[in-house]
């Protein structure tokens, strides 16, 4: 599949193929093929990308179909016999209501040229003269107008945007017009926007106006915009071009994609990419208006294919494909190829459907220098379903047996590559307009994706080189310094290190005996401050033995984390110290004294010390020297009584030692 950069999807839908008594419709709006079959009752299949938007039924047959589609939500059947009215069947559970109710121009005798559903129960019809709005109650089964916009209409394009519920209509008026009309439709509101010119000299032959063609105008809807395009032809150079439109306050001409040679073009979008396909000589065209332009005029963006063009891969006949079609093993780029957007192609003369999709481990080698995979990295950014191939990119760059090992310089470059996107779409999603589409599909590589790689390449280092010269090996230093880069790139980008990542870098110092540099990256904040990278220091106190001392201040540096302060000081004995920590916070009142005096069993001086603190507190607490019972400090006083003597207790020279007061421990 290398030679290839598209592919046709696995998952084909088949239907009955077109014949003498089958036709073919498709309605691009709900992605849905229509075949229906004439001759006595008319049986109507459809087919879709989803199970309910598969249908079966059966209705009389009033004559020839020219067009057929279902309101969105699947629940009512609108169908065209004549260009004077449109007709509609409800939808349900149990099938195809046979009873038929009709709706027609608001006009009399004028012709209808198609109709668009707006919302599941209002639908536009276009005519002649007029774009007649109608609400469709399939309750009542009747239609009433809602609006009408005065506009005649030679021609018109429509498509929707990510959803059916909004898109755009263009409309010329008569053969002769430069200017389109653009309207936008959304939720069932339709709203007139401005005209925009062509200039037809710029898109003429030496015969005639190609303009005037309706094939040579499509709508294309990538990177959350929706962009008018025109194919042109140069009267003076044996070439074509594509010119981009988006379609915003002030429609103007943005782009333009250069196209090799003559003949017949279609385009598709496959993942935010325009994909211009040259049937004359089975190729396909591949470009991204998101990667730096070939060349700028007068604001006008030139564009080049960011690969060559290649044909889309062979693709084998479905196995439910009707044996009584003979599938060439040539079968690529037929003219019975109707293509729809976004990324449609169907063959109604074998009856298959698929969707294109990309290759894209192709494009890794093709986009740029081996030695540089930033360029490929950042398209394929912009691309779904590629984190996979940006994570072996990566890979590929850190293996010193692989060809595609770099530097450290272009390391560093990938990393801030990827940071960058990821913070660009933590902060796009914090806005309101995070339902964007386009955002959706783009990749994004987390830390805990590069973990794994990272983990492996710093296990993989090793401080001397072996000594067999064949041998490939990770020099420590370099990988020293590919986790400082990824550290500092995650830091300059705002985003916070998470400690799996620190500690494979720490380890790594560690294991090298590069104790010093670890000192110098926590003194100077390399590795910021938190509680999991202060326990991290602390596990490694055996071999760092100074790694305890820099936990601890990390921690006293958390305001917070005074608590874990206490708790890494009693683990090491250091009572005194937890002692001073809770008395400067406030919190010696409602210490634990179990756990301090615990804590101080070990030397009798602490011990003695700290038992007589608590004293204290409970003489000031409560007017008595002993413990309460809820304390669970009895085990504690028998031994102060056992190493010092029941004299050395200070309730038994309190005023009110001889008085039993209940629930203290009076000895």
Not at 56 to 65: E, H, K, T
Not at 182 to 198: A, D, M, R
Not at 512 to 541: E, G
Request: a neutral charge.
């Amino acid at each position: 599949m290398d030679k290839y950069f598209l592919k046709l999807s696995s998952n084909v839908i088949v239907f009955e193929a077109a014949s003498k008594i089958v036709d073919v419709f498709f309605d691009d709006c709900n992605a849905q093929v229509f075949t229906i079959r004439t001759g006595g009752a008319t049986g109507v299949m459809v087919r879709g990308t989803s199970a309910n938007l598969n249908h079966s039924f059966c209705m009389q047959d009033n004559g020839l179909i020219t067009a057929i589609k279902f309101s969105p939500d699947q629940r009512i059947l609108a169908k065209q016999h004549s260009p004077k009215s449109v007709e509609f069947h409800n939808i349900d559970g149990s099938g195809i209501d046979k009873f038929e109710y009709s709706v027609t121009a608001k006009q009399r005798n004028v012709s209808i040229h198609g109709f668009i559903w707006t919302t599941s129960s209002s639908i536009l019809l276009i005519t002649e003269n007029s774009l007649d709005h109608y609400a469709v109650n399939s309750c009542k089964k009747s239609c009433k107008l809602l609006k009408t916009f005065s506009q005649t209409v030679y021609w018109y394009v429509y498509a929707n945007e990510d959803t059916p519920a909004s898109g755009y209509l263009l409309v010329l008026s008569n053969e002769h017009s430069r200017f389109i009309q653009t309207y936008y439709i959304k939720n069932g509101q339709i709203t007139k926007l401005s005209k925009f010119e062509v200039r037809t000299s710029s898109i003429t032959s030496s015969s005639q106006s190609s303009f005037q063609l309706k094939s040579s105008v499509y709508l294309l809807y990538f990177y959350s915009q929706m962009h008018v395009a025109i194919i042109k032809r140069h009267s003076s150079i044996y070439s074509m071009d594509v010119l981009l439109y988006p379609l915003q306050k002030d429609i103007v001409h943005t782009c333009t994609l250069r196209l090799p040679g003559l003949g017949v073009f279609f385009p598709s979008v496959v993942d935010n990419l325009v994909v211009v396909h040259y049937q004359d000589v089975r190729r396909s065209i591949i470009f991204d208006t998101q990667s730096p332009p070939a060349d700028e005029e007068n604001g006008i963006k030139f564009f080049e294919p960011v690969v060559p063009p290649k044909p889309i891969a062979p693709v084998a006949p479905p196995s439910e494909l009707d044996p009584e079609r003979q599938w060439r093993k040539d079968y690529s780029y037929p003219l019975s190829w109707s293509i729809f957007r976004p990324d449609i192609i169907i063959d109604p003369t074998f009856g298959v459907y698929w969707t294109i999709e990309l290759l894209l481990d192709s494009f890794s080698g093709n986009l740029c220098s081996s030695n540089d995979p930033t360029p490929t990295i950042r398209f394929l950014l912009r691309r779904k379903n590629s984190k996979s191939v940006i994570l072996r990119l990566f890979q590929d760059a850190l293996d010193p047996t692989k060809k595609t090992h770099t530097n450290l310089d272009v390391i560093s470059n990938m990393f801030d590559v990827i940071n960058e996107a990821y913070r660009n779409f933590h902060d796009f999603m914090q806005t309101e307009s995070s339902t964007c589409g386009y955002i959706s599909n783009t990749a994004f590589v987390e830390q805990y994706d590069m973990y794994g790689l990272l983990y492996h390449f710093a296990e993989a280092a090793t401080e001397h080189p072996p000594s067999e010269a064949h041998f490939n090996y990770v020099d420590v230093r370099f990988a020293i310094g590919v986790l400082s880069e990824y550290i500092r790139s995650l830091s300059v980008n705002h985003i916070t290190v998470q400690h799996y990542i620190n500690e494979v870098l720490i380890q790594l110092l560690v294991r090298s005996n590069r104790l010093y540099q670890l000192h110098q990256y926590l003194q100077y904040h390399v590795f910021a401050d938190s509680k999991p990278m202060a326990c991290l220091l602390l596990s490694l106190q055996g071999s760092y033995p100074a790694a305890f001392q820099l936990a601890l201040d990390m921690l006293k540096r958390l305001d917070a984390a005074h608590e874990e302060i206490v708790e890494v000081l009693l683990s090491q004995q250091r009572v005194v110290a937890a002692l001073k920590v809770i008395r400067s916070k406030g919190r010696f009142d409602s210490a634990s004294a179990g756990k301090f005096l615990e804590a101080s069993m070990h030397d009798n001086r602490v011990f003695f010390s700290v038992f007589r603190a608590f004293e204290e507190r409970n003489i000031r607490l409560y007017n008595s020297a002993a413990f309460p019972p809820s304390d669970n400090c009895s085990k504690y006083v028998t031994h102060f009584v056992n190493q010092f003597g029941k004299s050395a207790l200070l309730e038994s020279h309190h005023d009110s030692s001889k008085r039993q007061l209940k629930g203290f421990i009076i000895l």
